[in-house]
């Protein structure tokens, strides 16, 4: 079945790295989707989203970035990104 919640915390050591990782799941995304991004505060990862909102062409919306003050914080430890998917 179509992955409903996709909770991307994996390679960010590069913007490539981590785009690979949150858009190489879409084709098994469902019709409406929801993407979670670990350490949103890390640049490489805000790049990635850049280029995954840009390229997906209105198939994709921020919804909310909790940023935190630093790594380690207590709630959302290094930031907390999410995405809709919707097609």
């Known amino acids: 079945p179509p992955v409903g919640v996709y909770f991307f915390d994996g390679d960010k050591s590069t913007p490539e790295a ?27 990862n805000r790049l990635a989203i850049g280029d995954f909102l840009r390229q997906a062409q209105g198939a994709a919306f921020s919804l909310m ?15 907390l990104i999410a995405l809709l998917w919707n097609p």
């Open 65 to 79: 970035d909790l940023p935190t003050p630093g790594n380690g914080w207590p709630m959302f430890h290094n930031g």
């Open 18 to 44: 981590a785009f690979d990782g949150i858009a190489k799941v879409a084709p098994f995304l469902a019709k409406r989707a929801l993407i979670f991004i670990d350490d949103g505060n890390e640049m490489n």
